[in-house]
């Protein structure tokens, strides 16, 4: 598979999809460390791009992708597929080279679009059953690194 992109979600996906919220008002999202791995190691190893594009706006998400050294990362965008659309012509990247992972329905029209496409284990029955690849991982819980490891072994 000639990928170019991995364009991932972040609630359900890079995250279990639960937000904590203390008493403050701080809010807390966990990240599987694993994930991240394959996102700054072997996404670049293989020439992928790797791509946050996300519905919600979180400063959590931007000290992550800062983290992970991920230049493209959407945030509070309602249609992701425009989005989507948008950074794969400003980078000359065609839909079969595209790789998707989400979580919810949401996320179906980047299915669509995308050339493979996969979603973590506890994604919506809606959401499964258009992907090319379910997870045997959750979200937030290594699906991301099961994907990168699936497509980038083929």
Request: proline share 3%.
């Amino acid at each position: 598979m000639n990928m170019k992109m991995l364009v991932m979600d972040v609630d359900g996906t890079l995250t279990d999809g639960r937000i904590y919220v203390a008493a403050s008002g701080e809010i807390m999202k966990a990240f599987d460390v694993k994930d991240g791995y394959a996102i700054a190691h072997i996404l670049p190893a293989i020439g992928v791009t790797p791509v946050i594009i996300t519905g919600r706006q979180s400063e959590i998400v931007s000290t992550r992708a800062k983290e992970l050294q991920i230049q493209e990362c959407y945030q509070g965008i309602s249609d992701k597929a425009a989005q989507l659309k948008a950074v794969a012509e400003r980078l000359g990247i065609t839909p079969d080279e595209i790789a998707y992972i989400g979580d919810d329905v949401n996320d179906l029209d980047c299915i669509r679009y995308c050339g493979l496409t996969a979603c973590p284990a506890d994604a919506m029955p809606e959401v499964a059953e258009k992907v090319d690849y379910i997870c045997k991982n959750k979200g937030g819980r290594g699906a991301v690194r099961e994907f990168i490891s699936y497509f980038a072994e083929k």
